[in-house]
């Protein structure tokens, strides 16, 4: 059974940092991609940030010059550092991993549960 659980949500002024993790756990083969998606109250889920097994990235607009997505691939660990945080950044964030389970398995899309981030003075 494969899982991911995030970790480090939490309350935060704006212009604060926090830094999420989110770590896969259960049989697995091989992971893929990983990355950072949210959903604030009435908007639809969105892409935050994304990193490849081979450490290419992609941000969202938004987040780029704010946020680090980094990945340790020994821990089978995905990092979201969020810096220079704002109201506006306030969601659920939903950890994602593109990974195999068996070495004859198609890849598959995993998510974790999810954790609370509000930035609020």
């Known amino acids: 059974q494969v899982q991911l659980v995030e970790s480090g949500g939490g309350l935060v002024q704006p212009g604060g940092s926090l830094r999420l993790s989110c770590a896969v756990s259960g049989s697995i083969f091989s992971i893929y991609s990983m990355g950072w998606y949210r959903q604030a109250p009435g908007k639809e889920r969105e892409l935050v940030a994304s990193?490849?097994?081979?450490?290419?990235?992609n941000y969202a607009d938004s987040v780029k010059g704010r946020f680090a997505v980094s990945r340790d691939n020994i821990k089978n660990t995905v990092y979201l550092q969020m810096n220079s945080l704002k109201s506006e950044d306030t969601a659920v964030y939903y950890c994602?991993?593109?990974?195999?389970?068996?070495?004859?398995?198609?890849?598959?899309?995993?998510w974790g549960q999810g954790t609370q981030v509000t930035v609020s003075s």
């Open positions: 994602n991993g593109h990974l195999k389970v068996r070495y004859n398995s198609g890849v598959s899309a995993y």
């Open positions: 990193i490849t097994n081979t450490g290419s990235t």
